[in-house]
């Protein structure tokens, strides 16, 4: 593999001081001598021009190139950033879920310029229908008055066309596909990123969007145990209560299934009787419905299920869970009584996947050099829905400190920044995981779950009103792009990552230029002045 031209080789004090004197254009160009350090784990070394040396931009590798991964490539591609994202897969066949957004990350994808485009291929969601097996509506989320509550109405749309809406906004000579990363290695001055073809890369910050088994947060806590640094929290397993069955249909006539003559999308649940069983599916403006089936675990089905044999799950096994649950009846509109063997026969079998819910909040998201980013740092059950929009909002407010980090930026100022990004994040993915845990037991089949649907059915609005305000208010965006105002009535909350790095920007700037008054430049700083 040729090797990007931006990756950066070394960061050392001697190179920073060497930078600042070619780009002052004093001394003629040399390429800085390997460190004996590094000589033993970076085989291959990137070209270095003096271009790359020169820039005080901070080096950025994303691993992962799924939603999270691709909406900090956007931003950072619209800032001028070097990045490169590796991905394992050689063709990334996104998941045939649905994705819901809301207000929630509507104002970064209009700083973004994305919105328009998102918005016109989803489906506009106004209230989620809730089923029993009889098809009694049993319960019924109204939430049509979001728009003027929070500025914007919830809608749905399929992953793999979110995925190729995001793809198409991130150079593809920037995305180095079918290469899977085995470990990083994260130091004070630099990180280094060890390949599946024994290649290696070095740059500035490591960004580990590369999902639940992130081989990031595996190589980072590795570090951390040896250090002795590691939350004892983190040490535990992954808790997964869950496996789905999840499957798209080919587009569909009214005459098939008569609910996609709706304007709006059917968010439709339907729930097993005395079974482990929901049903969860929508109908999107492809005029397809996604469809996912949920099977509650107990204690004997947890080790069936062990995520660690999920690689063993092919066909066979899709298919057997097929036949449990084709008899579960489904909502199609008009006098079609149809059941979950319907929706199968009108899914391309090859793409329906049995996958494994982990459920986790990781205490600790960075280390030096490398930081985590969406599932790589928290697993959310799906049940509420959250787990896109979170990686999305995990994206805005690393961005937000990555952009403020200074010239040739030492370990404290990233270590700063990845602790702010970190305490901003995690109280809003832990109401999420709240959130999300409580649908999860409402569904479940369980004499828990009864008891739980009996109370919401008579505290349903206000305690579904209570929810979509705390996690509507959060509305973050991005500070060096111009700001969205609020179009609801509610207030949004205060996003420190909105207000801090632009302060500590310009007050490092009038410091600069007060140095540069007094006639006292030659620090690192003075080259964000220079450049
Ligand atoms: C059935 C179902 C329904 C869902 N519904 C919703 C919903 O309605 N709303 C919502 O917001 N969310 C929903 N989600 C969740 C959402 O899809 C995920 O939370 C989201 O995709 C997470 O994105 P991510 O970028 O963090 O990571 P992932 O999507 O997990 O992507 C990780 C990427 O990293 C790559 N990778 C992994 N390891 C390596 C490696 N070692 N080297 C290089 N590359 C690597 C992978 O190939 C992948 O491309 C749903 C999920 C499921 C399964």
Known sequence: MSWPADLFPSRSASDIFYALRVVEKEIPYVPPVPQPKTEQ???KRAPVTEEYVATPLPKIIIVGASIGGLLLAIILEQQGIPYRIFERAKVCEPIESAVFFNAQTAKVFTQLGLNNEIVAAGLKTNCLQIYNEDRVLTHFFDYSLAPQMYGSAGFVLPKPVLYNILLSHVPSAKIIRGTKILSVSSGDSFVTVLQDNGDT?????????????????????????????????????????????????????????????????QFIRVLGRNKPYSLTYFTTKQRTITWSITEYLDNNSHDENNPFRTSDWGQATVDLMCEKVKDIPIVAGGY????????????????????????????????????????????????AGSGATNSVLDAVSLANWIVSLPAFSLLEDISYAFQSYQEERVPWVKDSMKSSNFFKKMLAGNFKGKVLRTVSKYGAKPMMRKMMARMGQNQPQLWFMDTIPDRGIMKTAYQNSLHEPPSRVEARRKKVLEEIANGSVGTVSAVAVIV
């Open 41 to 43: 784990i970076v085989r």
């Open 201 to 265: 890369a070095v740059c500035d910050i490591v960004v580990g969007a590369d999902g639940t088994y992130s081989a990031v947060r595996q190589s980072i806590f590795d570090q951390m145990r040896k250090h002795d640094v590691m939350d004892p929290k983190d040490k535990e397993p992954m808790k997964y209560s869950t496996v789905c069955l999840i499957g798209q249909t080919r587009p569909l006539s009214d005459v098939e299934f008569p609910i996609m003559a709706k304007d709006d999308c």
């Open 336 to 383: 079609h009584h149809a059941t979950v063997g319907y929706l199968v026969e009108l899914t391309d079998r090859t793409k329906i996947k049995k996958v494994v819910m982990e459920e986790k909040v990781f205490s600790k998201w960075y280390y030096n050099r490398t930081v985590l980013l969406g599932n790589a740092c928290h697993r959310l059950s799906p049940s």
